[in-house]
């Protein structure tokens, strides 16, 4: 049994990260590291610093030492503090969008990108642009108050919200919902190829660890 650790910096991102272990990887030992002060600081800061990319180390190595044998960071704004992990550690390490880009891409490069943390959209945006080489039509937004909504309990408006901040996108080849905590909308999003970063996260993790 592969024992798996899941790190959140929003609580949000616990319930979809393991819902999609379920799914995708059942009989996988499951694992949640939650330190939500990190998404607060990152909003006060509004960027990474050094001090946090050594706690993002720090988790990791905490990870491994714990038995880890793969570790999927669930937050979307901290790609280069994840990339320090992934620079630190033996083992597999994914960022949580990263394999939802790779598929997204393969319908074209005309890609819808919806977040719902401020923070989260300006490294997003780089790291697509990064996966995509030329030629990238990026269509990135913000989706206002929609995680207000859900954090104070009203799930349905903030699906509502990014249901209608994706209606209003140009047309486009895939769209990506750039969040775990997202996830929940994909059934309400109106497009043929829409990525959630969850479900494509745990299934090449998943190929990953079983590779080694």
């Known amino acids: 049994m592969a024992r798996i650790f899941l790190i959140h910096a929003l609580r ?49 190595r905490y990870a491994r030492d714990e038995g880890a ?16 992990v992934k620079a630190d550690l033996p083992i597999p390490v994914l960022k949580p969008n990263e394999s939802a880009f790779r598929a997204a891409l393969r319908h074209g490069k005309r890609i819808g990108l919806l977040v719902t943390f401020v923070g989260s959209l300006a490294p997003l945006s780089a790291e697509l642009r ?47 919902l750039g969040q775990f905590s997202m996830a929940r909308a994909a059934a309400n999003v109106a497009h043929a190829h829409v990525y959630t970063t969850p479900d494509a996260a745990v299934a090449e993790l998943k190929t990953l660890v079983g590779l080694r």
């Open 130 to 176: 990064a996966a995509a080489g030329k030629g990238l039509q990026l269509e990135a937004h913000l989706v206002e108050g929609a995680l207000q909504a859900l954090e104070s309990g009203d799930g349905a408006a903030h699906d509502r919200a990014i249901a209608t901040v994706a209606t209003a996108l140009p047309p486009v080849d895939a769209i990506v």
């Open 12 to 60: 949000e991102s616990v319930a979809p990260a393991r819902a999609a272990m379920e799914r995708g990887w059942p009989d996988a030992q499951v694992c949640n590291l939650l330190d939500d002060s990190l998404s607060a600081d990152l909003a006060r800061l509004g960027h990474l610093d050094d001090a946090m990319i050594d706690r993002f180390v720090r988790l990791g």
């Open 69 to 84: 044998q793969g570790i999927l960071f669930t937050c979307s704004a901290f790609g280069k503090a994840i990339e320090a």
